[in-house]
């Protein structure tokens, strides 16, 4: 069983107890703590594993900046994507009103305290995704990334 949100005193948006800006390292031993078994824990970029979420199965992927290897975002998938409307109202009653950009997807966003706080929601044929992105530290990833040299790039 897992808590599905938390809030966090700094942002507004946290999942679980991973606080944005800890290091690959931290993160790793909070998850080995936590008793998850991880898929894949890759040094340089994301640690991935199974879970469970309203008890669904689902995949969560934690992700790093590529120079300084801090928590930058989380992305957490589920097969099913009759899931998304219930976290759908989940979200809605935790975060209040989203933005719904085009009413022909089911794509929903919930802004933060900041441009780049945001929980990105969507659903079709293929799955439910939930994206989960740490505010200042998904701004530093997309100031290291495009730091990088083409070559580089490849491997993210």
Same mark, same amino acid.
């Given at each position: 069983f897992s808590v599905f949100f938390l809030a966090s005193a700094a942002l507004a948006f946290q999942f679980e107890d991973y606080q944005w800006g800890r290091s690959i390292?931290?993160?790793? !031993?909070?998850?080995?703590?936590?008793g998850k078994a991880p898929l894949r824990i890759t040094e340089d970029r994301f640690i991935k594993y199974f879970d469970t979420i309203l008890d669904e199965?689902?995949?969560?992927?934690?992700?790093?900046?590529?120079? !300084?290897?801090?928590? /930058? !975002?989380?992305?957490?998938?589920?097969?099913?994507?009759?899931?998304?409307?219930?976290?759908?109202?989940?979200? /809605?009653?935790?975060?209040?009103?989203?933005?719904?950009?085009?009413?022909?997807?089911?794509?929903?966003?919930?802004?933060?305290?900041?441009?780049?706080? !945001?929980?990105?929601?969507?659903?079709?044929? /293929?799955?439910?995704?939930?994206?989960?992105?740490?505010g200042v530290f998904q701004k530093k990833y997309e100031l290291e990334f495009k730091k990088l040299g083409e070559k580089e790039k490849q491997r993210f």
């Amino acid at each position: 069983f897992s808590v599905f949100f938390l809030a966090s005193a700094a942002l507004a948006f946290q999942f679980e107890d991973y606080q944005w800006g800890r290091s690959i390292g931290e993160i790793r !031993s909070l998850v080995l703590k936590k008793g998850k078994a991880p898929l894949r824990i890759t040094e340089d970029r994301f640690i991935k594993y199974f879970d469970t979420i309203l008890d669904e199965e689902c995949t969560i992927t934690l992700e790093f900046t590529p120079t !300084s290897k801090v928590l /930058a !975002s989380i992305k957490i998938f589920f097969r099913d994507k009759n899931i998304g409307e219930e976290i759908k109202n989940l979200l /809605a009653e935790k975060h209040g009103d989203f933005n719904q950009p085009n009413i022909f997807f089911k794509e929903y966003y919930w802004k933060g305290n900041s441009d780049y706080e !945001s929980i990105v929601l969507n659903y079709d044929y /293929a799955g439910t995704t939930l994206f989960y992105y740490g505010g200042v530290f998904q701004k530093k990833y997309e100031l290291e990334f495009k730091k990088l040299g083409e070559k580089e790039k490849q491997r993210f």
